[in-house]
């Protein structure tokens, strides 16, 4: 399988994220916008005009957005060039091609790990069938089962995780868990599972989180200032962008 780019290129993209979702005035999003509708931010030539002060404006909620290169591909793949004041069905493509761009994401960065050869045949294959599903008509798109292909990588993934955080003793297992302001600092981390958990406004700061796993953890405000994420696993940009650091 050609190497496909996870992140987005806004450039090759018709602003779907500006359009697509639906916005509610918060500490995220400084004004309502209902879905299907232009954010009043966005120009005509797609691109976010409040690009560089989003944080400033109130915008918070864009700058942590991450769609993995699924707008892109949805515009220059699945409808041709085309865009969404020709093709609104695009709306609906957009959280689906966005999933499956994301699990392509993780299983490309358990591809990584050494430690996780046991199972790459699987995770190749994984890759492979999801850019498959991902390149479907939008009819396919609608049609795609996503929470059964979910359920069938997510074992490979944690496997992969598993293999490569077995030679550290002691790991903690916070899967899942309410970390919510949790105060943490310097804490010993090594190896410890965050997949799930809530780390909002956590005080992480100093933290040994060397080979720890964050698939899905919520950072918003968590503050990393200092801690060791070395060989951190699975942490997204987006995670990054939503913690201090």
């Not at 806004?10 to 400084?30: E, H, I, N, T, W």
């Not at 929470?147 to 916070?174: C, F, M, T, W």
Request: with cysteine; aromatic share 6%; proline share 3%.
């Amino acid at each position: 399988m050609a190497e496909r780019d996870l992140r987005a290129d806004c450039a090759r993209c018709s602003g779907l994220c500006c359009v697509a979702p639906a916005f509610a005035k918060s500490s995220d999003f400084a004004i309502n916008k209902p879905a299907g509708t232009p954010c009043r931010n966005l120009g005509d030539d797609f691109r976010c005009t409040i690009h560089e002060r989003l944080d400033a404006s109130g915008f918070h909620g864009c700058v942590v957005f991450d769609c993995f290169g699924a707008g892109q591909r949805l515009t220059q793949e699945t409808f041709g060039g085309a865009d969404w004041r020709e093709r609104p069905d695009m709306f609906a493509a957009l959280p689906i091609m966005r999933q499956l761009h994301e699990l392509m994401w993780y299983l490309t960065e358990a591809l990584t790990l050494d430690e996780a050869q046991p199972v790459r045949g699987k995770l190749r294959d994984a890759l492979a069938r999801t850019d498959h599903l991902a390149a479907g008509s939008p009819a396919d798109l609608r049609a795609l089962d996503l929470d059964a292909h979910r359920h069938r990588v997510n074992p490979l993934l944690q496997r992969a995780s598993e293999l490569a955080r077995a030679g550290i003793k002691g790991r903690k297992d916070h899967r899942g868990a309410d970390l919510i302001g949790r105060r943490m600092r310097g804490a010993d981390l090594r190896g410890a599972s965050f997949r799930g958990a809530l780390l909002i406004g956590a005080d992480l700061r100093e933290a040994d989180l060397r080979r720890a796993d964050f698939t899905g953890a919520d950072l918003r405000g968590a503050d990393l200032r200092g801690a060791d994420l070395t060989g951190v696993l699975f942490l997204t940009d987006s995670q990054r962008r939503a913690a201090i650091s």
